[in-house]
């Protein structure tokens, strides 16, 4: 067994016997099943009432308010003004309510906001409808159904242009929330494995039958299926959760058909790969530069704020990818990966963006493993001022 | 009988500063040499070099002719100076481990590993968890990891630091077993009782280079020329000599630049001292290692070498 395989085996194996992981991996779990008991057991939610967004509609069904639509912004154009109003949706939404209102769906059209701002148009239709139905007592039968949830169909354009569809952004977000997870599984006992050696005093025992390389690479691998058991682990339980909390979902996005585009997903998987790279390379090297996971704290905390930076930018991210600190975070190493896998995701990122990002990436993360490897050598060696001339060794 | 380990013209430049500045010798094959400096002399260092766990600035360093490389693994058993062991993990599963990585099969690893585990008194601990094995406990565990694979070459970083007197016992006899079985054996280590009693021959190092190396016999004679004298009545302090020890009757005496064995005799003999006994004296390796480091060489070290 070469030395990448037999410090992958040591390592995954020794770790999979120890406790601690499967409480790690059992935590995550545990929690999305209460989470998901408790969002079955609460009652529905209600939309706020002080939205108002102009708007226009047209009202084939006559069961809305139109005290109430004002009140929320609208203004009815008339069945005659409804390809006008269509047209000029970009601008100002529409909203087409069809004429059984209890059966069919609403018609949205409007203009794209990203995933979460677009979720302001349904619950704008609902809450006319709710409110509508609410004021009216003609009919109990017609209210009951109308106070429930009302289908709603967006049409929504981006320069004219449909945007992706959340059933297809949804497949190529997940290397988002995988990477996201890893970082947040793996990045400390990635941190702590290269400690180890050191911290036991190992390392020359092991370097005399191993190179660094291999054995760094064995350690990678090892940290990755191990990673992977707990993403497994954490994805049982949140697939039953889905299922349990299926119609809250839906409620919240519509009827979801889920395509899977073989373009975004394969740029998807580069991402992430080069993204695990330099995630690794740079821990492996923080690792090496200091002598506990104490004095490694500090400059792992800031890594992993520099990873995660995106996740607190989303809406921005969605909303508008030209944003200025949307460019930035892209081209930024350590900020780029969640940035790009974002807008991978969203359909957003140019030709021209992938190939600098994806290239960056690789790059990136090859050099931080082979840099970060000899690092490991020398640090583990108590010798980090060592200053070695190399020449070629003479051999026999 | 060819050399085994050969060290030849090694400089290692570290911190700007050369530790190591033309260091030569060679360990014939079955021999056990002891490598002796004082701390910070570069011993760790030429291992480090020799294992190929640092590259050196320049030289040569074979082991079996070749320069060693992980390739090699399972020709040499190494016990660093550093150590320790996976606290965390089964005694087993550490010696299992090591036993590959010296280049052993899962099998053999585990077979070897049983054995020496029942030879030392810790059958019962092969699935204990190393941070709940004592101290000795651990450190035969140390031994057992170094040994497995039963390579041909030992190189011990001081293998004796920190050793209880029955671990301390372990060690030797494991030395010994594997230097009857042929194995050579390189020992860093400062207790020159050890050395005198197990090494067949010795490295002195001294500012990054060879003061000696050679037979036990050979560098004991590298040392000064000394004169042990047994009198009676008394001894004049004063003459062409420093008094380098006096014990009661006997004193050893360093005579002084160009002052012979014969001019001392007849020295002494003009000064009416009563010489029961005169003669060289044979300075013990710890004499020779003392000369080194407490006293400047009388020669040049580079004449010294041998």
Redesign the interface.
């Known amino acids: 067994m070469n030395g990448a395989g037999l410090t992958f085996r040591f390592e995954f194996f020794r770790t999979l016997r120890k406790p601690s992981f499967w409480i790690a991996a059992l935590v995550l779990p545990v929690l999305a099943v209460l989470v998901g008991l408790l969002m079955t057991a609460a009652p529905p939610t209600t939309a706020g009432t002080n939205m108002k967004i102009p708007f226009s509609y047209t009202d084939a069904s006559g069961q809305v308010n139109p005290d109430v639509a004002r009140q929320l912004g609208g203004t009815a154009v008339g069945l005659s003004g409804e390809e006008r109003a269509r047209r000029a949706s970009e601008t100002r939404p529409y909203l087409a309510f069809p004429k059984q209102l209890e059966q069919d769906p609403v018609q949205v059209y409007a203009a794209d906001r990203g995933p979460l701002d677009n979720l302001q148009y349904t619950n704008l239709a609902r809450e006319v409808v709710r409110q509508s139905a609410a004021a009216s007592s003609s009919d109990q039968a017609l209210t009951a159904a109308l106070l429930g949830q009302t289908a709603v169909v967006s049409h929504l354009t981006v320069d004219g242009a449909p945007p992706r569809p959340i059933g297809e952004i949804l497949p190529p977000l997940m290397y988002a929330v995988a990477l996201f997870a890893i970082l947040l599984i793996s990045g400390n006992r990635m941190l702590v494995s290269t400690l180890e050696e050191k911290e036991n005093r190992v390392i020359e025992m092991i370097l005399i039958g191993i190179r660094p390389l291999p054995m760094i690479t064995g350690k990678i691998l090892a940290l990755f299926a191990l990673t992977g058991v707990q993403i497994v682990v954490i994805a049982v339980p949140a697939l039953g959760t889905l299922l349990l909390t299926g119609s809250e979902l839906n409620a919240l996005f519509g009827a979801v058909t889920i395509t899977i585009a073989l373009t975004p997903m394969l740029i998807g998987l580069l991402l992430l790969l080069g993204s695990l790279a330099l995630f690794t390379g740079t821990l492996v090297a923080i690792g090496s530069l200091t002598n506990s996971a104490k004095d490694a704290g500090p400059y792992f905390a800031c890594f992993l704020v520099m990873m995660t930076l995106p996740v607190y930018a989303i809406s921005t991210l969605l909303a508008d990818p030209s944003d200025q600190l949307v460019q930035l975070f892209l081209y930024f190493p350590f900020t780029a990966p969640i940035t790009a896998l974002v807008l991978n995701a969203t359909g957003v990122l140019t030709a021209v963006q992938t190939v600098t990002v994806v290239t960056e990436l690789l790059t990136l993360g090859a050099v931080a493993i082979i840099v970060a490897a000899q690092l490991f050598k020398n640090g583990a060696l108590n010798a980090p001022s060592i200053r070695i001339r190399r020449t070629p060794r003479m051999t026999a | 009988m060819g050399d085994v380990i050969r060290v030849d013209g090694l400089v290692?430049?570290?911190?700007?500063r050369r530790v190591l500045d033309g260091l030569s010798f060679a360990v014939p094959e079955g021999q056990t040499y002891g490598f002796l400096g004082a701390n910070g002399a570069g011993k760790t260092t030429t291992i480090?070099a020799l294992?190929?766990?640092?590259?050196?600035?320049?030289?040569?360093?074979?082991i079996h002719?070749?320069?060693?490389?992980?390739s090699r693994?399972?020709l040499?058993g190494?016990?660093?100076e550093?150590?320790?062991?996976?606290?965390?993990?089964t005694v087993l599963?550490v010696m299992v481990?090591?036993g590959?990585?010296?280049?052993l099969s899962a099998r053999d690893a585990r077979r070897q590993a049983l054995g020496y585990l029942e030879r030392c008194g810790l059958g019962g601990k092969a699935t204990t968890r190393i941070d709940r094995l004592s101290g000795g406990q651990q450190q035969k565990v140390q031994l057992g990891?170094?040994i497995l694979g039963t390579p041909r070459v030992l190189i011990l970083d001081e293998p004796t630091k920190g050793l209880d007197p029955l671990n301390r016992r372990l060690l030797v006899d494991v030395i010994d077993e594997r230097r009857r079985e042929g194995a050579t054996v390189l020992l860093v280590t400062h207790d020159m009782t050890e050395v005198e009693r197990s090494c067949d021959g010795v490295v002195l190092l001294k500012d990054g280079q060879t003061y000696a190396s050679g037979s036990l016999d050979s560098v004991r004679g590298s040392g000064e020329d000394l004169v042990r004298v047994v009198f009676r009545g008394s001894f004049p302090d004063d003459g062409p000599y420093d008094i380098v020890e006096r014990d009661g009757d006997a004193v050893v005496l360093r005579p002084r630049a160009h002052v012979s064995f014969e001019m001392l005799m007849r020295f002494l003999c003009d000064r009416g001292v009563q010489a029961e006994d005169f003669g060289r004296h044979r300075p013990s390796l710890e004499d020779v290692f003392l000369q080194l480091y407490e006293w400047e060489p009388a020669r040049d070290s580079g004449e010294m070498a041998a």
């Open positions: 290692v430049d570290r911190g700007g480090r294992l190929g766990l640092l590259e050196p600035t320049e030289g040569e360093l074979l002719g070749a320069s060693y490389d992980p693994r399972g040499v190494y016990l660093p550093e150590r320790g062991l996976f606290r965390k993990e599963d481990f090591f590959r990585v010296h280049g990891v170094t």
